[in-house]
């Protein structure tokens, strides 16, 4: 299908673990007319650690920030200056795509602007299932603004490369939300996978796990709300802004609750805090 070429950017910092994981998750993909564009931050050579592990194809793309930890917006918009597919789409270095999350996404993002799916987080010291973002279905549902403020774990649009607004790089923590929210401003509602597409790793060591990351939550939900005063955060909706500021006061205060559940030692990190809160809810 025209149009429906797919640029995965793939920021690597400290990666050399995980990276042919990512990778091969591509190469496995039934969707063909994509590049992954594999963005070293750390000063590591990728494509010869991906050599190594006998991942050489001539659709992966290796370029750098030429700095050791820009963070991963600054990769991304590193990955996105060099891109050549018509539609982008984030991969995380520690996270994997379903066989056919190119295959479903695709032709829905060349068709409305950007797509979604639902996301499984895995542990991934065993690669056990922890939860799904939204209940598991089939066939394509529907996402809009009030719909992913209400979320509590990453989404990863794909978007089409002329509607992408790049990567907020001043917004180093909830850097997704961000992303997602200017999206969701250009294009409106867009078409959502029911299907968990997207595997989210929980893993030891990273951000979500580093004993400060309250604290990390909290400056970057503190920036954005300055820059929505100051600036609109570039959102051109005045109710979608309001939305995203009353959005974000509810996550200072989720975030707060986390923090004291982490001193209290009842979590080990959000994802488990948040498990813990849905497990509490009265059923049906």
């Not at 039934?30 to 050599?51: C, F, K, N, Q």
């Not at 001539?58 to 996105?80: H, W």
């Not at 923590?173 to 996978?193: E, H, K, Q, S, T």
């Amino acid at each position: 299908m025209d149009g429906c070429g797919v640029s995965v950017i793939i920021p690597a910092f400290r990666a050399q673990d995980t990276i042919a994981r990512a990778v091969r998750s591509l190469l496995g993909q039934s969707w063909t007319d994509w590049e992954a564009v594999i963005v070293s931050d750390d000063g590591a050579d990728y494509r010869a650690i991906l050599d190594a592990a006998g991942l050489s194809d001539p659709r992966l793309v290796f370029t750098g920030t030429g700095r050791i930890g820009a963070g991963a917006p600054a990769a991304r918009n590193a990955g996105l200056r060099v891109a050549g597919k018509p539609l982008v789409a984030p991969l995380d270095a520690d996270d994997r795509y379903e066989p056919d999350r190119l295959a479903v996404l695709a032709p829905l993002a060349a068709a409305a602007g950007a797509a979604a799916d639902n996301v499984a987080v895995v542990r991934d010291r065993d690669g056990a299932p922890l939860s799904t973002l939204f209940p598991e279905g089939r066939g394509i549902g529907e996402l809009d603004a009030a719909r992913f403020l209400g979320t509590s774990v990453p989404m990863f649009f794909m978007v089409r490369r002329d509607l992408t607004p790049g990567w907020p790089e001043d917004v180093n923590f909830c850097d997704d939300v961000a992303f997602n929210i200017r999206v969701l401003d250009r294009v409106g509602r867009l078409p959502l996978a029911l299907a968990p597409l997207y595997e989210y790793r929980q893993r030891e060591g990273s951000i979500t796990f580093s004993p400060d990351s309250g604290a990390r939550a909290e400056a970057c939900y503190r920036h954005v709300l300055d820059r929505l005063d100051r600036d609109g955060f570039g959102l051109r909706d005045a109710d979608l802004r309001a939305h995203f500021r009353a959005a974000i006061g509810a996550k200072r205060a989720l975030n707060a609750a986390y923090e004291a559940a982490f001193r209290a030692g009842r979590c080990a990190n959000f994802q488990e805090f948040i498990a813990l809160q849905d497990a509490a809810l009265p059923a049906g």
